[in-house]
């Protein structure tokens, strides 16, 4: 049996965000890659769920023949905004 080289592989990288979810753990999105949503029990759950989702999305993307988004970096602002009391 002859075996071929490594596989080349094509290193991404993305901006992800860990929310912490109302019932423990962390819900993480990318907003590079629309739709893409996963969670973990723990941070490092959390991490480990999003690289396995971002590697299955640009394998989809890939098998589409689509093209592969770069990162888009988000901006955090916090705005403050005034609501009337209740009465």
Request: hydrophobic content about 40%.
């Amino acid at each position: 049996m002859i075996e071929a080289g490594p596989t080349p592989m094509a290193e991404y990288s993305y901006t992800v965000l860990f929310e912490p979810a109302e019932e423990g753990g962390f819900v993480v999105t990318c907003p590079a890659l629309p739709g893409l949503v996963t969670e973990g029990d723990t941070l490092e759950e959390a991490r480990a769920m999003a690289e396995d989702a971002i590697r299955g999305y640009i394998e989809s993307l890939r098998k589409d023949h689509l093209p592969i988004p770069s990162d888009k970096a988000p901006v955090k602002e916090e705005i403050r905004v005034m609501v009337p009391e209740r009465g």
